[in-house]
């Protein structure tokens, strides 16, 4: 599974790691309907701490469409409400 | 999963669509890839000017900022000198007010020093994805039949679009921050063509619009703690205190 994080770059993830995501997301999707902000960046820097850790950066060489765009890392709550609704990033 | 779900990856999507949609064939979407990364190296160029200039008008801020800071220190010890407290006191308010903006100056001048460079570095990783684009595409068509060659210089076309996408967003987003820096430095420097950071002795005792506005932004309580301070300083001080050109009339007592 290759993610993006836009503005940084791309990463290629197990593609185990897809369900632990999309679950992250979701959760995501709710914080933010919830309007509850320290919820929302605590998943969010989960999230990014998933690509982290499990992610390898693509080589310049590699010329590939990303499955998953996060956005950039210092998305601000009011940003999120636009991205992280219905489905969040990932489709069910 | 099918993945490309919320607002980033449709924009990112549609961006790529209008990079790419137009050359049926993969082979021509080199050409006007190129077409369009000049276009964005263009942006790139007039986004990193535009933080370039917005720092540089923040940074003069700075400078004056910092000229005030002293300017109204020296104030609030001539004003104490001559037995104003009241006109101390709005002297450290302004001086406290200057102090916060600077703060705040500070973290935005690093933060569009970060974005100068970031957006220099994002260009750069363009660059090269787009070289390899250039090499892969030869080497895709050296190997695979027309119709599979088509596939897949179509597919590494999407991911350097998709990259291209992202720099313009990236771009848009630097953009969107410095207006926001701009539109802050314009009010420090509506605040100063209103006087906010005038000389205070000369202007006499009595409160308008801008030191109640002042006193809203600032803590009573860290005036309240210079003000003893420097009452402190004044009083034990002695006859060196400095810059007493008014007070020295009647003696520092």
Partial sequence: ???????????????????????????AVSAVEDGDETG??????QMLELVASDGNGLDDDELLES????????????????EFSGDGLIPD | MPGMGGRM???????????????EDPSETLEYSYQKQMELLQNVKKGIADVVTSKKRLQLQQQKLEQQVVKLDTQARQAL???????????????????????TLDQQVAELEQQQQGLIDKEQKLRSKLEQFRTKKEVIKAQYSAAEA??????????????????????????DKTETMRARASAVEELEAAGTFDDLTQLGGGEDDIDRQLRE?????????????????????????????????????
């Fill in chain 1, 1 to 27: 599974m290759i993610v993006r994080i836009s503005g940084e770059g791309q990463y290629r993830l197990p593609d185990g790691d897809a369900d632990r995501l999309n679950e992250l997301d979701n959760r």
């Fill in chain 1, 40 to 45: 929302f960046k605590e998943l969010w820097s």
């Fill in chain 1, 67 to 82: 499955d998953v765009i996060l956005p950039p890392r210092d998305i601000s709550f009011e940003e999120a409400k636009g």
């Fill in chain 2, 9 to 23: 990856s449709t924009v990112i999507k549609a961006k790529i669509n209008k990079l790419l949609d137009r050359a």
């Fill in chain 2, 81 to 103: 000198a001559s037995g104003r407290e009241d006109l101390a006191r709005t002297a450290l308010e302004r001086k406290q007010f200057a102090q916060t903006e600077l703060q």
């Fill in chain 2, 150 to 175: 088509q596939v897949k210089i179509s597919e590494a076309a999407n991911g350097v679009g998709e990259q291209m996408a992202d720099l313009g967003l990236a771009i848009q987003r630097a953009e």
């Fill in chain 2, 217 to 253: 932004l600032t803590s009573g309580a860290q005036v309240d703690d210079e003000l003893a301070k420097m009452k402190a300083e004044l009083g034990s001080g002695g006859g060196d205190s400095p810059a007493l050109e008014e007070g020295d009339k009647e003696g520092s007592a």
